[in-house]
């Protein structure tokens, strides 16, 4: 009688320690924030939706680096209700997002004191409302105030029920958020980090070029003005081969030497020729990788491509579009 008495108070004890456990494992996980581990990202795919563990989804959020580019930034958040809603109030500037960023060289484009008031998506339209607390207006220059606002527009379309962004501030539509950029009416993804002005060139191209230091880079998509009638395919490997405009100060993955001998695209998929003039070796380093990350990258802002074959001297080497850039 006495030992099962002593089996049974074993036993509650026992499950009194795991129900604690689990309990603050379930704290824990509520308790995700800003600090949780961030990825530098590229994607310009915005229908991409990916899950790592159970109840986490991989995000992605702009943020600037310190000469003002717009980088895309990818952490894992927990799944919930009104993930949109959650994901630009994680942008918000604050220390502890400014202690995440810490080691990127990037820093928050959400002015300190930002209160996401509100948020309506229509799920036939595709027109997200947001509306901001006043302290959104509180940005210095022409060139942070166009970065917020195209941040905002590009994390929330990142989420395929949203293809248009209205911003509000304290419930009101309002002309321009400061100084001289339009919100008056829905934005759409556009010119991100656009080379020049808007009314340059017949078409404009994304072209993914590096940025930041040795020790931590990342891909930064530039728009540029082109003189072909329409954005294509052609336009876009050459402008990546000639490698970044000089005053970018962006860097190149292509080594000196390889050329882009032609490009067809046949089924969905495209057939990217390089010249390496007799280089060797690529097939068996890291320079191949980075290379096809730079064409996969490039190309993936064209619908009619979904896949990637690239051929060194004719010889196929590789296949596939990459999702994400510099992924850690």
Known sequence: MISRRIVIIGLIVILAITLVKLGNSLLDEDRASVDDEIEIISSEKPEIEIVEDEGMRKTVFYFKDKDGYLVPVMKRIPWEEGIAKTTIRNMVDSTELREALANT?????????????????????????????????????????ENLIKGIVYTLTEFPTIKRVQIMVEGKIIPVLRNSVAIDSPLERANINLIGREDEGSSKVMVYYKGGEDHNEYFIPLTIPTMAPIANVHTALELLFQGPPVETGLKTDIPSGISLQGVEIKDGTAFVDINTEGITGLENSGVLDDLMKNVGLTLSQFEEIDSVELLLDGTAVNSSIPVFANEY
């Open 105 to 145: 060289g990037l820093s928050p484009l959400i002015p300190m004191g930002t209160e996401v008031l509100g948020m309506a998506i229509d799920q036939d339209t595709g027109l997200c409302k947001i509306d901001f607390s006043k302290e959104i207006q509180n940005v210095e220059t022409e060139k942070d105030e």
